[in-house]
């Protein structure tokens, strides 16, 4: 059932991922063009050329990429809430609603972690990976708006949700620190940082960084496995029924849980830290397209 | 074996200590922590017993051998394994093995006063010296307290403490994760489970007897179950006409429970509640209504048949069994909500509300086979020593003939599955799991940290100490210096 709202929010979410291109083009400028071929002799060591950073050059290109990345959050909000009005329920019925969603929450994540630290290295890779997912999404995903099952209608569902949806955009950012964290260490391993890495913050920055992600969501993480029980107790009448789906959220948890320990306990950073990290991520979105494309069980309901 | 002599030496006693202190320390933990997350993985990759019975059925058939060593390895059931219930039951024991002395460490520490104040600050984070007198512990004690840290005052200096909450939310977390075990645990001893299938129309009795499927926790009394009533007045389903997707299920229930009477409703998210037993809608199908008639014309079988649906548009399937007519007549049946044909599939139904009802049936006689003592599904018809003798179909009020008699369909009801459930230990989880998430937020989220104040001839040393790097300290101790550099 196609109404004049899906339209709507389809339109938004194709103007939404106009920006995120412009977004994307403005952050590659900005690191492309940071970089300062040496002009006067106080750039030269020796007889080697030493590029430098001179983001006072690029701050304008820096923030035009920031600003259209705010403009397409803000698009993409209003694309997802049409969605929802026009399919009268929260817009995660499908991969595609799940997916918009999940893009919706991933840029949040990096909106909101920008507001404390400066991850605008960061820019190029989340503007990119937000284009991507919002490209397969309408071309592969797109299914027309349709009324859920009653299963799905409950508040608990929506609570549940929601918790996964913002605990996913931040596992997602911690991953890609992680992931920044190991190339780096690769690339100061064999010398110097090249001029277009200079600005990515240091190993221990970005170490913490992807700790500090974590540790901040764990928690809503925790709600979410919680409402999503209470949910299920409602509807099928067990809490917990190890349903791939389930299963695969404890084994999230219990990863990330183990990821905790190893830093807090026993001291694990950088590498096997980072490793760990990812290896959480990884299983998170495991069951996002495994148990939602190929499972079987209660939480297959969305005809994809 | 000689050379091994350093175990015999440790002796019986201290080798438990030596496997105690093994398993309570934190790498160990760590380990079993990850080998339950992996040990998870299996489960959900191989069809399970307990969430999809048919699927293990037909894995066995496809890949007997092997499926003979998943047996082996209890891969069919994981979760109830012997190795997953060893790996959790172990970090369960470290678990407890570390968390309790530590609980009983943190309650003595909150009891206890903060250190003394170490002699060199100069040596510790944020070391501030300005000018000022004695005048500067007295403020200083005031900013302690009404920021609510704990303190110990020396002649000269001040040692105040404060977020033992960090701590406190830690242990607070493992220990509810200890609670939301035990209510695992308890709701599957002491609970029950059975499903029954009512006609709209019909009453069910809470009694084992009404199940078609029971099962019991180890530790239940099979009378324990409560004495309610469900009459089943009224079941509507709704569904999207484009999509023919579900929209909504209600039933109109009237209970009888301790001799009161009530109207009630039951939706799929909305179960009713009878102390710790609930009973939730689960399914639903249709029951054609049904009249069979000897040769003679006497009704040998009336009344509703509940059939199976096989898709979403609620083609069923059943078999209506005849006993008391001689010679014995079954039936094997589909029922169509909404008739259709296709030439590649024959009969199909092609909407699940009842617009164009029909049913088709093969009718057999003979033995049905019901006295052999071999339980048969109701469903099925064994039509092992059975002889076939006619198809036919009828739509509601139509009558079918055959030699032996004939089959009215006088109307279909529709049919709901009631699923009951008693957990009594549900509430204990959920109240483990709050308190998971409360100790989770005040342990991530909480900071620890020590400011010390030293007042000598030479002036104010200002000090702190963060625990576990947490960030703010330096913001902390700029407002503590400029509340006691403040105005007098
Ligand atoms: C044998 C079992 C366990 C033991 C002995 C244990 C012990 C500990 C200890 C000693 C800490 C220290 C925290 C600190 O120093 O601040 C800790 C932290 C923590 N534990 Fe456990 N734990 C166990 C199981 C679990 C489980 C099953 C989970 C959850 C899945 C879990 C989640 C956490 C979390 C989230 C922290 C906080 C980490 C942080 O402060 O960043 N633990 N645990």
Same mark, same amino acid.
């Given at each position: 059932m196609q109404t004049t709202w899906a339209y709507t929010s389809n339109y938004f979410v194709y103007s939404a991922m106009a920006l995120f291109t412009i977004s994307f083009i403005a952050h590659a400028f900005e690191t492309a063009f940071a970089v300062r071929a040496p002009?006067?002799?106080?750039?030269?060591q020796g007889n080697l050329l030493v590029k430098t950073l001179d983001f006072k050059r690029t701050e304008k290109t820096a923030r035009i990429a920031t600003a259209m990345m705010i403009l397409g959050f803000l698009l993409l909000l209003a694309g997802v809430i049409s969605r929802g009005i026009s399919a009268h329920h929260v817009p995660w019925g499908n991969m595609y609603e799940f997916s918009i969603t999940g893009a919706l929450a991933f840029t949040g994540a990096y909106l909101a972690a920008l507001r404390k630290y400066?991850?605008? %290295?960061l820019g190029v890779f989340v503007s990119f990976s937000v284009l991507l997912t919002l490209g397969t999404a309408i071309t592969l995903l797109y299914r027309n708006s349709a009324p859920l099952v009653p299963a799905l209608k409950s508040t608990w569902l929506v609570i549940h949700v929601t918790a996964a949806i913002i605990s996913g955009g931040v596992f997602l950012l911690a991953n890609v620190v992680a992931a920044s964290y190991l190339y780096l260490e690769r690339v100061e391993s064999r010398g110097p940082r090249p001029t277009w890495l200079q600005r990515v913050p240091s190993l221990d920055v970005l170490d913490q960084l992807s700790y500090r992600l974590v540790a901040f969501v764990f928690p809503l993480w925790t709600f979410a496995v919680i409402a999503g029980a209470i949910w299920a107790e409602s509807? %099928?009448?067990?809490? %917990?029924? %190890?349903?791939p789906k389930e299963t695969w959220a404890f084994i999230t948890w219990v990863a990330y849980a183990a990821y905790l320990h190893a830093r807090v306990t026993v001291g694990w950073r950088g590498r096997r830290a980072a490793w760990l990290c990812i290896f959480a991520g990884s299983t998170f979105l495991f069951n996002y397209v495994y148990v939602n494309v190929w499972g079987t069980g209660k939480h297959t309901y969305s005809g994809l | 074996m000689s050379n091994q002599v350093e175990i015999p030496e440790l002796g019986f006693i201290g080798l438990l200590r030596y496997a105690w202190r093994q398993l309570t320390s934190m790498r160990t933990a760590l380990i079993l922590l990850m080998m339950m997350g992996f040990g998870a993985i299996p489960g959900s990759l191989i069809p399970q017993r307990i969430t999809n019975p048919i699927a293990v059925r037909d894995f066995i058939t496809a890949n007997p051998h092997l499926a003979q060593w998943y047996e082996r390895l209890s891969l069919f059931d994981v979760y109830g394994s012997p190795w997953f219930s060893a790996i959790y039951i172990l970090l369960f024991i470290s678990l407890i093995g570390c968390v309790l002395p530590r609980s009983f460490e943190h309650y003595k520490a909150m009891r206890a006063q903060p250190p003394? &104040?170490?002699?060199? +600050?100069? $040596? +510790? !984070? !944020?070391h501030q010296t300005f000018s000022g007198d004695d005048q500067a512990l007295e403020k200083a004690r005031k900013w302690f307290k009404a920021n609510r840290f704990r303190i110990r005052e020396e002649h000269d200096s001040i040692s105040a403490e404060k977020g033992f909450l960090r701590e406190t939310g830690n242990l607070l977390f493992h220990l509810s994760l200890i609670l939301v075990l035990v209510g695992i645990s308890f709701g599957s001893l002491f609970g029950m489970k059975g499903e029954a299938i009512v006609n709209v129309g019909e009453r069910f009795i809470n009694l084992p007897t009404s199940y078609d499927t029971l099962t019991f926790g180890k530790l239940t009394s099979e009378n324990s179950l409560s004495p309610f009533e469900i009459k089943v007045d009224k079941f509507v389903a709704q569904y999207d006409p484009k999509t023919n997707a579900p929209k909504d299920y209600t039933a109109w229930v009237t209970v009888t429970d301790n001799g009161k009477t009530s109207k009630e409703i039951i939706k799929v998210n909305k179960p009713l509640t009878f102390g710790n037993t609930r009973v939730y809608l689960q399914a639903n199908g249709y029951s054609p209504v049904v009249t069979v008639r000897d040769s003679e014309g006497n009704v040998a079988l009336q009344g509703p048949v509940p059939f199976l649906p096989q898709d979403g548009n609620l083609r069923s399937i059943g078999a209506i069994k005849v006993p008391d007519a001689q010679p014995q007549v079954g039936f094997v049946g589909s029922f169509m909500p909404t008739n259709s044909r296709t030439p590649a599939q024959g009969a199909i139904s092609?909407?699940? !509300?009842?617009l164009d009802p029909k049913l088709l049936f093969s009718i057999w006689k003979g033995d049905l086979g019901l006295d052999s003592g071999i339980p048969q599904s109701v469903? $099925?018809?064994? &039509?092992?020593?059975l002889t076939k003798v006619g198809l036919g179909s009828i739509k509601p009020g139509e009558t079918f003939t055959y030699p032996e008699g004939s089959i009215t369909l006088e109307n279909v009801v529709p049919w709901i599955n009631l699923q009951v459930v008693e957990d009594p230990g549900k509430k204990y989880a959920l109240i483990g799991g709050i308190l998971a998430v409360l100790g989770l937020l005040s342990s991530l989220y909480g900071r620890r940290r020590r400011i010390w104040i030293r007042v000598t001839t030479h002036g104010v040393e200002v000090a702190g100490l963060a625990k576990n790097g947490a960030p703010g300290l330096k913001t902390e101790i700029q407002n503590f210096v400029t509340a006691i550099k403040g105005e007098n």
């Open positions: 002009e006067a002799a106080d750039s030269t400066d991850l605008r %290295w509807a %099928w009448g067990r809490y %917990w029924g %190890w349903d | 003394a &104040t170490p002699k060199n +600050l100069s $040596r +510790l !984070e !944020e092609i909407f699940p !509300e009842l469903y $099925r018809l064994d &039509t092992a020593k």
